[in-house]
């Protein structure tokens, strides 16, 4: 149902501030004038700024954003809007759990076995990565999260509700939803390492003036949002990461929906 809009680099689709509801109009009046006999109908539900100056735009229905993501509506809206702004591929995004850490997961070859397996069109994943990067990997790991990217999102609820097989073992998956910013550097939330102010790095541990890596305080834990000292500052069971998911929530809805919402009934249960 949604649309994902990019500016190109040094530009901005609407000015800085621009009230959502002023965005909105603006994209509809621009829906109105593209309209062609074959334009599916539907509302702009709701639109959410990005950081680079792009935006996502989500509709009452999947057939107008399917229709825009298509090359004739594509074309009509970033002619209708100007400047140069694209419309990127939207995909949908399942973690796929428990990965053997030694599968060839860039390798082509895997990706296409993996479509054989589960009897999926060539062209319904459109690319495959691990979260944690490899690189991140501790010595003793054997097993880790990789995120699947499906083009379609009836597919992805499919694999969804029935799983998916991968190096002849059957994955557990869950869709991937959006979680609450947590910096790598401070551990606080609300803005990444890049972005930080603090002048030392926090370890995610102890909470002690360190760099996580070098954390040799095996055995204490405290959680820097917490204040407390029996967790860290990356668990999930945070009281602080639970309240903040919370709030996500209420903002986004389809974020405590297990499937992506589409026009079928059972994907919109929450």
Not at 40 to 53: A, D, Y
Not at 62 to 85: D, N, R, S, V
Request: aromatic letters at 6%; proline letters at 6%.
């Amino acid at each position: 149902r949604q649309i994902i809009l990019d500016p190109s680099p040094g530009t901005q689709i609407f000015p800085p501030n621009t009230p959502c509801s002023e965005i909105a109009t603006k994209i509809k009046f621009a829906l109105m004038v593209i309209k062609k006999e074959n334009t599916p109908t539907g509302e702009v539900k709701m639109v959410l700024p990005l950081r680079n100056g792009g935006l996502i735009v989500e509709f009452d229905n999947e057939h107008l954003a399917k229709w825009l993501h298509g090359a004739e509506g594509k074309a009509l809206l970033t002619k209708q809007l100007g400047l140069a702004t694209f419309i990127c591929e939207q995909t949908f995004p399942i973690v796929a759990q428990y990965l053997p850490i030694n599968l060839p997961i860039d390798d082509r070859n895997l990706l296409c076995k993996i479509k054989k397996d589960n009897n999926l069109l060539d062209s319904s994943i459109a690319s495959m990565h691990w979260i944690k990067p490899p690189q991140c990997h501790s010595n003793e790991q054997r097993k880790a999260f990789a995120m699947i990217h499906f083009r379609d999102a009836h597919m992805a609820n499919s694999i969804l509700r029935e799983g998916i097989c991968i190096a002849n073992e059957r994955i557990t998956v869950h869709k991937d939803k959006k979680e609450p910013i947590r910096c790598a550097k401070c551990q606080k939330f609300g803005h990444i390492a890049h972005n930080c102010k603090a002048t030392v790095d926090t370890c995610t541990t102890c909470g002690g003036s360190h760099c996580t890596s070098t954390c040799n305080t095996y055995h204490t834990e405290r959680c820097i949002n917490c204040k407390t000292q029996n967790h860290t500052s990356w668990s999930r069971s945070c009281l602080a990461f639970k309240q903040r998911c919370d709030k996500l929530n209420e903002r986004f809805p389809e974020n405590r929906m297990p499937y992506f919402p589409t026009d079928t009934e059972w994907t919109q249960v929450i």
